[in-house]
């Protein structure tokens, strides 16, 4: 049974995704004041938080199991904590934005190579970060604005076989479309995945509330 506190932390939650997703529309004229207010309600009281997203392939190993996974997705509206129409935030409070990803953070993306696909990888860095390579050809580089660099959990794959930032480089963090905060590998091995310590901490009270693990392995594919 789902405590008051989780409850009202859950509804923040989503009152703040709500209020992102529709003023992004709002911004892109999208929408009128009318239908920003609407859409702010109907999302608060009918929408979720998260979706199901089927993974399938040995890159996340062991976090996610070769033979495939039943993904519980959080929705991530704005990636980038510098995107979001709150105004008047300083830096550091911007960091620690409800929907920013943090270095640690399993993320589904749009494949760079593929339009109408998605990945499933970890979060390795973000802008600011100073890459460098075990190969000594390679010139190191510092992640520009807005770009993060994912990696493929298994250690033991190439980075061809991975496919990877390793193979196709930065990528914006624009493309983040949720983290993965749970995985069902089959009916009786699933868990929440490890993210970094801040994002498991703000998606505790969304995993209380929607995740179904009977529904996941309903709609599980292995």
Same mark, same amino acid.
């Given at each position: 049974m789902v405590s008051l506190p989780t409850w009202f932390r859950y509804i923040v939650h989503k009152l703040e995704y709500s209020a992102t997703i529709s003023w992004k529309n709002y911004q892109g004229g999208q929408i009128t004041d009318r239908e920003l207010r609407d859409a702010v309600w109907k999302n608060?009281?009918?929408?979720?938080?998260?979706?199901?997203?089927?993974?399938?392939?040995q890159?996340?190993?062991?976090?996610?199991?070769?033979?495939?996974? /039943?993904?519980? =997705?959080?929705?991530i509206p704005a990636a980038d904590p510098s995107a979001v129409f709150f105004q008047g935030y300083t830096k550091i409070e911007l960091d620690a934005y409800e929907y920013a990803c943090?270095?640690?953070?399993?993320?589904v993306l749009k494949d760079p190579e593929k339009a109408d696909n998605y990945l499933v990888r970890r979060l390795a860095a973000i802008e600011g970060y100073e890459m460098l390579s075990t190969d000594e050809k390679d010139e190191p580089f510092?992640?520009?604005?807005?770009?993060?660099?994912?990696?493929?959990?298994?250690?033991s794959l190439k980075p061809k076989e991975a496919n990877d930032s390793r193979k196709f480089g930065p990528v914006s963090m /624009?493309?983040? =479309?949720?983290?993965?905060?749970y995985c069902l590998r089959t009916a009786v091995d699933h868990g929440p995945v490890q993210?970094?310590?801040?994002?498991m901490r703000k998606d505790t009270p969304v995993l209380q509330v929607e995740l179904d693990v009977d529904e996941m392995a309903k709609n599980h594919k292995a």
């Open positions: 608060l009281f009918q929408g979720k938080l998260t979706y199901l997203h089927w993974n399938k392939g890159e996340m190993a062991p976090s996610i199991g070769a033979q495939g996974g /039943t993904l519980l =997705v959080r929705k943090f270095v640690g953070d399993v993320v510092v992640l520009e604005k807005d770009e993060c660099w994912v990696l493929a959990d298994n250690e /624009t493309d983040i =479309v949720g983290r993965v905060i993210n970094s310590h801040s994002s």
